[in-house]
């Protein structure tokens, strides 16, 4: 966990004294210093314009490879050379009521915090946005929308009320999000796992992701939940690792490719999504790395010649499943001709291909959870009652069938061999890979570049263990970027 430290231009009265303070020269003359730990810098000194104290500061922190609030984009979003650049957000409805806002009123915005209760929701959402320690926010309605005008403040413009009220937002943020215990060590590295609890069918539970933070823990790891509209504070983190369900046109895959330009440790990096979260790349894939799959073509258009060549190819039933598809949805199964003109049609709107595949009936499928080309855990999922998939997103009541978690070393060896040469094909991150298996003969499915991780569940054999063997992983990995 980061030492915290405050860098002003002057000494400044009425801050908290149990914080480091330093002014700007000492901070540009004594640090780094040797063996320190990882350290926060609570960047405070000017920042009117482009290239002051303040923009050196936060400029030298990175440089330093210290946390730093506001970093150095922040600072030049707000900035220029000609000084303040307010910048205009549309607020969201959930953050605001109507009978909030009436004329035009301006918010103090300390650390994410605001002296106003009522404005508590909207502070916090600017702040993660641009996250810096002082802010003012203008708020008027225009056409029925709240916009904040956003603007960064100097500790100079405060009055006394407002510097007693940033005093005391400064020590709850340093005590209830930056602090270590006094006692303890603090923690080498930053982690940020990404989750959504707006999420229908999140990637993991409540209490999985709460076993992750301690596993994390134990490998000198300081592991952060942050959802994504505080994903502007992933700079301050040496690695992000993304526990909501990924997608190519979605801010999962640019976040991956920002944090990965940023110098994080990432997984699924942005090239796991990519591979993965596409059926027609995995399909092609495979067939050139000679991975067991089912029978399988890509269909480009409708027309009554090209489907009845797939029907002679593959038979009925089959399969056709849109490129990009997660948690069985963009899957149908299809039994006649009406029925794949149908689908076809309807499909080939939305994507210019989709695969169809020969149909596999089995009572299950495996998924091998593969960690940097490794074997890391074994599922068996079966299909939901009366139901050809493992979900069935018709049924309230049976959604989702059973599931067995085994022994790595108790799961058949071709499925394992399949697993790891499938895995190959993406990447060297963490993925699910499912296979079906028909007496000695295994078919791969897809290969998931988020997988599931639910407590009870996939950790059922290896309890924590399994979360300890990600956070290795990611602790030898940042070793290995010198962070």
């Not at 700079?235 to 976040?255: G, Q």
């Not at 299809?334 to 089995?362: F, G, H, N, R």
Request: net charge neutral; aromatic share 8%.
């Amino acid at each position: 966990m980061p030492n915290p430290i405050i860098v002003v231009d002057h000494v400044i009265p009425n801050l908290p004294m149990t914080t480091t303070h330093e002014t700007f020269r000492a901070y540009l003359d004594e640090y780094p210093k040797k063996n320190e730990a990882s350290t926060l810098v609570i960047n405070l000194c000017a920042t009117r314009r482009y290239l002051d104290n303040g923009y050196y500061c936060s400029l030298l922190a990175e440089a330093r490879r210290h946390k730093v609030l506001p970093t150095v984009n922040t600072i030049n979003e707000l900035t220029s050379n000609k000084g303040a650049t307010p910048k205009a957000l549309l607020i969201p409805s959930k953050i605001w009521k109507k009978t909030d806002v009436k004329t035009l009123e301006t918010c103090n915005i300390f650390l994410g915090q605001s002296s106003s209760p009522h404005r508590a929701k909207l502070a916090a959402h600017i702040f993660s946005i641009f996250p810096a320690p002082l802010l003012l926010a203008e708020l008027k309605i225009h056409n029925g929308q709240l916009v904040a005008t956003v603007r960064l403040q100097s500790i100079d413009d405060l009055n006394d009320s407002q510097r007693r009220f940033f005093a005391e937002a400064l020590e709850k943020f340093v005590a209830s999000t930056w602090r270590a215990k006094k006692k303890s060590q603090p923690l080498r590295w930053d982690m940020a796992i990404l989750h959504n609890p707006a999420e229908a069918t999140p990637p993991s539970d409540e209490k999985a992701l709460k076993a992750l933070v301690k596993a994390a823990a134990k490998h000198n790891i300081h592991a952060v939940l942050i959802t994504p509209d505080q994903a502007d504070t992933i700079d301050n983190f040496d690695a992000l690792f993304i526990r909501e369900t990924t997608a190519i046109d979605h801010h999962t895959y640019r976040l991956a490719r920002y944090a990965e330009q940023a110098g994080l440790v990432v997984i699924d990096d942005a090239t796991s999504i990519l591979r993965s979260c596409n059926k027609v790349y995995l399909q092609d894939a495979f067939s050139y790395s000679k991975v067991p799959t089912p029978k399988s073509l890509f269909i480009a258009d409708a027309q009554h010649n090209t489907l009845l060549q797939v029907v002679q190819a593959l038979g009925f039933p089959m399969v056709l499943k849109l490129p990009e598809s997660a948690f069985s949805l963009g899957v149908h199964k299809v039994k006649d001709m009406a029925e794949l003109q149908k689908y076809a049609d309807d499909m080939l709107a939305q994507s210019a291909l989709i695969l169809a595949q020969e149909y596999i009936p089995t009572d299950f499928d495996w998924r091998i959870g593969m960690l940097a080309g490794r074997p890391l855990y074994a599922c068996r999922y079966f299909m939901a009652r009366n139901h050809w998939q493992i979900y069935n997103h018709n049924s309230k009541r049976f959604s989702s069938g059973g599931f067995e978690t085994l022994a790595v070393e108790d799961v058949p060896q071709p499925v394992l061999d399949a697993a790891v040469k499938a895995a190959k094909v993406v990447g060297n991150g963490l993925y699910g890979v499912d296979i079906k298996q028909v007496e000695q003969r295994v078919y791969v499915i897809e290969v998931n570049d988020n997988p599931s991780l639910d407590a009870k569940i996939e950790d059922k054999y290896l309890g924590k263990q399994l979360y300890e063997a990600i956070m290795a992983e990611f602790a030898l990995r940042l070793e290995a970027h010198g962070h």
